[in-house]
């Protein structure tokens, strides 16, 4: 007899499931994405891919929930986006909205979506996978050669606003990233969340999100970019302790950003032209999202003070060897 009970819960249970995630593919638009290039994925096949969402495989964390490594069917490396199921409701029609969208955006400097899980009840949302790492592993975990150079520097921060001008004039109405930060290399958000300290400080006051508060976000990680700290962290000054986004709009303001970059081992040039990128970071960081710039004028910005440090890089260079050629026919 406890034996049939135990057989009849575990078939009433498999049912359960079965139709809990047929439910949660038709209320996330199953029916209707079958029809787009998106492959769909079952929740076993990503629970297989990321070895259950191992720690092993876990790529980053943010304000909306972790990303982790996967190998999917054919040996694809992908990167699986699995949000923190904090609310208890999504909002049909406006995820549906934003996953339209997302697949529509074919930009370099985007990661694209290649495939999504719609079994789970908030979905699972599945990238290419990028190899080289993300930039808060650039930043803080590895001895990274790619920013010793302050011309690599520049170049990153410049692509990030690239891609941020693209997806806020895309679209209409705009992509809001939300969750800007050096750990999430993702595009878009199904849900309000954000990470502390990337956060526009007059969302936190009025609960709105505009293409402004992607424009905090991103100054906030271009301090992190030329400081290599954290917006949260803290620097002691005359024995005050003073957050880091505020001591740098003050050496912005002052003119002592050597008090908070370190400028070793950089020329002249490029001192000057990453004063002019802190100057940009800064304007970025205004409480006052009105009178901050849009992406689109700070990706002209950045992507012009580029052009000039490639132009006296080439200048120098040109130097160089026209001095060296000098020497030898002396």
Known sequence: MAFFFITISALVFVTWRRR???KNFRRNGGELLKHHRVQIFTEAELAKATNNYNDSNKLGEGGFGSVYRATVAGGTMVAVKKPKDLHKS????????????????????????HGICLETRIPLLVYE?????????????????ILRSW????????????????MHSCAEPPIIHVLISPENSHIIATEIQGTLGYIDPEYLTTGMLTIKSDVYSFGAVVVELLTGKKPTSFITKSGESINIIHYFISSVKDKTLSDVINFEAASEVEMERVGMAAEIAAKCLDQSGAKRPVMMEVAEQLTRINQELNNSTVEEENKETESEVDKENL
């Open 151 to 166: 011309k690599n520097r520049l170049r990153i921060a410049t692509e990030v606003a690239i891609a941020l001008a693209y």
């Open 129 to 145: 996978y990028i190899s080289n790492g993300t930039l808060f592993q650039h930043i803080h975990q590895n001895a990274s050669t």
């Open 20 to 22: 809990s995630k047929q």
């Open 90 to 113: 999504l909002v049909k029609g406006d995820f549906q909205h934003e996953l339209e969208i997302v697949m529509q955006i074919n930009h370099k400097n985007v990661v694209r979506l």
